[in-house]
């Protein structure tokens, strides 16, 4: 059962009519996480968009949810209504990761035409673009995805695409950094007909905006062609790539990272939806197993992402939980749901790390804060000599190192980065993270501190903020569930 005291995500609802975006004031008062500043390379670099558009069973403690945030660098909140506004706790979840948030304006097939005629005659544009800027601003949002699912006559055409640049430019100043992204869907000339790449047919609109989303069902030729007609813009093409695979030239589902990599091959970006595959067509009882396997993509399919500095802190929990948890106590017997609760995710989260040999997955049965906490496993593969059990957590900065005695043995069982942790042993082990929290002095020189070479100390010292009752230790070789006290 879900617990409305933990809940945040239905107070936002969507707006459905132009009237409704026009009368629009403010949105519920809600707390939403600010994002969070991290170093994502070069502007140039090809970026991977994740598209939302799975709706139904949302605030139940088994609902879908997404936690692969350092795989991604922008999520799009999409449903068939006019103006989508991103609940507050995909928002806050999103942005702990430093990843942008984009809603989306949808204008559909029976209701395209007489839009543009009303906004036209009424001379609305400035209006329209500002109502939409206000929304993405007082919503604590990043922008904004186009989609104009009908067909334009010229005239039309030209509104529209003067309607684009004034919701690019109202957008840009009130929400420093955003980005207004159009949706592959009608040509130049008012035809509706999504082309699977960018060329003459729909280059003006890429022009006036910040980026284009392909549509899906394309082929390598046609990226080809995409990035030399783009030159130096290749980055701002988010080819669409759907995990269904439907009516595609690639496979989909478990194999989607292949897409990426061959769109990212060419210096465009990826853009994904139908990500909630694995919990629509899957057992859900299995979710969280292929969930991880289908975003376990690899590293040269993944875009940088790097904390800039400490503090960092999380309890690992993904948002959810079927008990709630205060500094290692239960206080609610109730299952919840609640996105806002979201803590900072580990890089690495399935059942297929460590050549195999490890898995991080987050574990609902203890916890410290929250709904859970994160649970780390070693199984030895004979097959897998060269296995070595390290699990990363965070995108990489300068470190330290802490060393985690276990108690049971007069020996370190594990050696913890602040953006890793590796066990000593190549045994079988378990180890569960309740909490961890890293903070650094005011005052200090971090460079100093890590030493001439730049390299961090292997000495825990004062900036580790590990208590004893926030880390549990188990040891697979021996019966029972030991704490480390």
Known sequence: MLDPEVTTDNAVSPLDTLDELLSFKSPPLCAVQPLRDVARGRPEDPKTLLCHDHIRGCYQQDSYRFYHWQVIDTFVYYSPYMVTIPPPGWISAAHRHGVKVLGTFLVKSHEGPDVLDRIRRDNLLMKVASQLALVANLSHFDGWLIDIE??????????????????????????????????????????????????????????????????????????????????????????????????????????????????????????????????????????????????????????????????????????????????????????????????????????????GCGSAVIYT????????????????????????????????????????????????????EEIGISFVSTQANVCLLGELVVERPQSGNWEAAAGKDGNASDDSGPDSAISSDELELEDTRQAGDITSQ
Not at 266 to 283: H, M, P, Q, R
Not at 392 to 414: H, K, M, P, T
């Open 150 to 355: 009908s067909k334009m006559d010229k005239c039309q055409i030209r509104f529209l695409m003067k309607l684009l640049l004034a919701i690019t430019t109202q957008t840009h100043q009130a929400v420093p950094g955003s980005l207004v992204i159009w949706y592959d869907s009608i040509t130049n000339d008012g035809t509706l007909h999504w082309q699977s790449e960018l060329n003459e047919k729909n280059c003006d609109f890429f022009k006036l905006c910040d980026g284009i989303f392909l549509n899906s069902r394309w082929t390598e030729d046609m990226l080809q062609e995409s990035a030399f007609f783009a030159g130096t813009r290749k980055s701002d093409i988010y080819v669409g790539i759907d995990v269904y695979g439907q009516a595609t030239s690639y496979v989909g589902g478990f194999e989607t990272y292949r897409a990426v990599d061959t769109v990212r091959m060419l210096g465009l970006s990826a853009a994904i939806f139908g990500a909630s595959w694995v919990y629509e067509t899957k057992d859900k009882r299995l979710f969280e197993q292929n969930q991880g396997r289908l975003w376990s993509f690899p590293d040269y399919c993944c875009p940088k992402w790097c904390l800039k500095a400490p503090p960092v802190s999380s309890s690992f929990c993904q948002g959810f939980g079927y008990k709630l948890y205060k500094k290692g106590k239960v206080v609610s017997m109730r299952s919840w749901f609640d996105l806002s609760k979201q803590q900072l995710q580990p890089r690495d989260q399935s059942k297929w790390l460590c050549q």
């Open 365 to 416: 049965d203890d916890a410290y804060d929250g709904g859970g906490c994160l649970r780390l496993r070693f199984l030895p593969d004979p097959k897998q000599p060269d296995a070595v059990p390290y699990f990363r957590r965070v995108g990489g900065f300068e470190y330290q190192r802490y060393n985690i005695e276990d108690l049971r043995a007069a020996a370190d069982c594990a050696i913890l």
